[in-house]
């Protein structure tokens, strides 16, 4: 990637001789100049919620908007929401950018529950301040104690940056597994009685979308990309205040018929989000780039 970057360098355009269409990662900082460019937009929350992110990363995906993303020739978005913000926030032209939800691994879809102990409250998803988790310690806190005894809060996923004091919380509030490898969440989101993502902004909700395909009720945030990819398959609330958080868990862990209809519904959601689908609209995307 270094070598590519590198300022005057033509390795890209040797390496992409013949080629119609060059689909830039954001690791690319410079775009080869006899192919097509495009590439797809995940989220802008750099530009949203530059302070829930670092300054190096901010800079990274500036720099992405910047020489990738204005010249290109077309571009993908990974929920109407983050088209929308794109539109707004970058100045796309709403014809150069289309809308195309991601996919979800078969393995969700069929996933068996990976046994554990006790029933359990499941988050996923890295450990840093966009993620919200300190809001979730506060709200586990304000549920009844018979609820805190009978459900675990298992909280699964790596240590991200200015996560320190929200890191001993967790450790000494929930029960946290750290990293787990990608093969294994299939089995561990299919057991949870209860998935929660209190996000302050996504945007697509990979996590989100996993659960409602393993079956598994959700609890997410009303904001952002979420309550489009999860239409009426999740249960919403304000993901910044603990007291309604608190309460869509307690109304979820006290009612298993809305968890079953709420699963249900999710399931049905998340059929949008296969990867032939995704395969599917993506040919359809290159072939209109180059006028096929």
């Given at each position: 990637?270094?070598?590519?970057?590198?300022?005057?360098?033509?390795?890209?355009?040797?390496?992409?001789?013949?080629?119609?269409?060059?689909?830039?990662?954001?690791?690319?900082?410079?775009?080869?100049?006899?192919?097509?460019?495009?590439?797809?937009?995940?989220?802008?929350?750099?530009?949203?919620?530059?302070?829930?992110?670092?300054?190096?990363?901010?800079?990274?995906?500036?720099?992405?908007?910047?020489?990738?993303?204005?010249?290109?020739?077309?571009?993908?978005?990974?929920?109407?929401?983050?088209?929308?913000?794109?539109?707004?926030?970058?100045?796309?032209?709403?014809?150069?950018?289309?809308?195309?939800?991601?996919?979800?691994?078969?393995?969700?879809?069929?996933?068996?529950?990976?046994?554990?102990?006790?029933?359990?409250?499941?988050?996923?998803?890295?450990?840093?301040?966009?993620?919200?988790?300190?809001?979730?310690?506060?709200?586990?806190?304000?549920?009844?104690?018979?609820?805190?005894?009978?459900?675990?809060?298992?909280?699964?996923?790596?240590?991200?940056?200015?996560?320190?004091?929200?890191?001993?919380?967790?450790?000494?509030?929930?029960?946290?597994?750290?990293?787990?490898?990608?093969?294994?969440?299939?089995?561990?989101?299919?057991?949870?009685?209860?998935?929660?993502?209190?996000?302050?902004?996504?945007?697509?909700?990979?996590?989100?979308?996993?659960?409602?395909?393993?079956?598994?009720?959700?609890?997410?945030?009303?904001?952002?990309?979420?309550p489009e990819i999860t239409a009426d398959g999740a249960l919403l609330v304000d993901p910044q205040s603990a007291s309604e958080l608190a309460?869509?868990?307690?109304?979820?862990?006290?009612?298993?018929?809305?968890?079953?209809?709420?699963?249900?519904?999710?399931?049905?959601?998340?059929?949008?989000?296969?990867?032939?689908?995704?395969?599917?609209?993506?040919?359809?995307?290159?072939?209109?780039?180059?006028?096929?």
């Amino acid at each position: 990637l270094y070598f590519v970057n590198a300022p005057g360098n033509p390795a890209l355009d040797w390496i992409l001789s013949g080629s119609d269409v060059f689909h830039c990662s954001n690791q690319v900082r410079r775009a080869p100049r006899r192919v097509k460019v495009t590439a797809t937009i995940h989220d802008l929350t750099c530009w949203l919620m530059p302070q829930l992110h670092t300054a190096a990363n901010v800079r990274a995906d500036r720099s992405f908007a910047e020489k990738i993303l204005q010249p290109a020739e077309g571009l993908i978005a990974v929920s109407e929401n983050t088209r929308q913000d794109a539109i707004r926030v970058l100045g796309i032209h709403p014809d150069r950018i289309q809308t195309i939800y991601s996919g979800i691994p078969e393995e969700y879809f069929d996933a068996a529950p990976t046994p554990r102990e006790r029933p359990y409250v499941l988050y996923v998803g890295t450990i840093e301040p966009r993620k919200n988790l300190d809001t979730l310690l506060d709200a586990w806190r304000h549920l009844r104690a018979d609820l805190r005894r009978r459900f675990d809060l298992v909280i699964a996923g790596p240590q991200g940056w200015s996560a320190g004091a929200t890191m001993a919380r967790i450790r000494a509030e929930a029960v946290y597994l750290g990293y787990v490898p990608e093969s294994d969440l299939p089995g561990l989101i299919s057991g949870a009685t209860l998935f929660v993502y209190p996000s302050l902004y996504e945007g697509f909700g990979f996590p989100v979308a996993q659960a409602m395909a393993a079956r598994v009720p959700v609890l997410t945030s009303n904001n952002s990309c979420l309550p489009e990819i999860t239409a009426d398959g999740a249960l919403l609330v304000d993901p910044q205040s603990a007291s309604e958080l608190a309460s869509g868990l307690s109304r979820l862990l006290e009612s298993e018929s809305r968890r079953r209809e709420l699963a249900a519904r999710g399931r049905a959601r998340a059929q949008a989000f296969r990867w032939a689908n995704c395969a599917k609209q993506s040919l359809g995307f290159f072939h209109k780039i180059v006028g096929a």
